[in-house]
């Protein structure tokens, strides 16, 4: 399985103004030149930052990934004409999204070797940041959240890589799946109970799960609201 890295975005630092209020963030990225080289860490791509350590960032989440199907199915299903890398992300992928992509996943790129550590838990600044309201909560609620990979091994890659699977360890943990039972947690409890066996999934994520697991949750969180 071969997945194709369309595009590789990074971002600096910037203030947003939202109303009345102006708050801190990267989300906003600009594309790597075609044939660039770029190192990457166990931080993620060496020119990305992240401009919120408590929520974003770190080795876990150190690599965001949005499908390009995606963008083209919020176009047919709710007329929304998306601009690129309007999620955010790093890397926008072809020929795979997040229901044939699973938890512990691995996948070579150029020197460097990736693995799948979580869903991404969409926050409201992607409704704040495109400008379009309840845009983070339709991506909850269709299960297109897109993911995060940790670095395994750290190296260069250049924008003509793209993604080989090596190695799948839990092939019924898609991240669609996972998506499905966490946001459903009442009516998920034995599904969520193996994927919080899952040794790859990253520590922060078992954590959210394991609370809506306790407290049978179901629909948003609160700051996925907007």
């Not at 102006?22 to 044939?35: A, D, E, G, M």
């Not at 408590?54 to 299903?77: L, P, R, S």
Request: charge should be positive; aromatic fraction near 10%; charged fraction near 30%.
């Amino acid at each position: 399985m071969q997945i194709i890295v369309k595009n590789i975005y990074c971002g600096k630092p910037q203030n947003i103004k939202k109303g009345d209020k102006i708050y801190r963030s990267s989300y906003k990225k600009q594309p790597v030149s075609k044939s660039q080289i770029l190192a990457v860490g166990y931080g993620g791509l060496a020119d990305d930052t992240q401009s919120d350590h408590e929520n974003h960032g770190g080795e876990d989440k150190a690599i965001c990934v949005y499908a390009k199907t995606y963008y083209e199915f919020f176009k047919t299903k709710y007329d929304i004409q998306l601009m690129e890398c309007a999620f955010g992300e790093n890397f926008t992928i072809a020929r795979a999204d997040d229901s044939n992509i699973c938890i512990g996943d691995r996948y070579e790129c150029g020197e460097v070797v990736f693995e799948v550590s979580q869903p991404r838990q969409p926050c409201w600044k992607i409704s704040s940041v495109v400008g379009i309201k309840n845009l983070t909560s339709l991506l909850v609620t269709e299960y297109k959240t897109g993911f995060y990979m940790r670095v395994i091994k750290t190296g260069n890659i250049s924008t003509k890589d793209n993604l080989k699977l090596i190695s799948r360890d839990y092939p019924d943990m898609t991240i669609e799946h996972i998506n499905r039972c966490s946001y459903d947690a009442k009516n998920h409890q034995v599904d969520i109970k193996k994927i919080l066996q899952c040794e790859k999934l990253s520590t922060s994520y078992k954590n959210s799960i394991s609370k809506r697991y306790r407290q049978k949750e179901h629909g948003i969180e609160e700051w996925q609201k907007d």
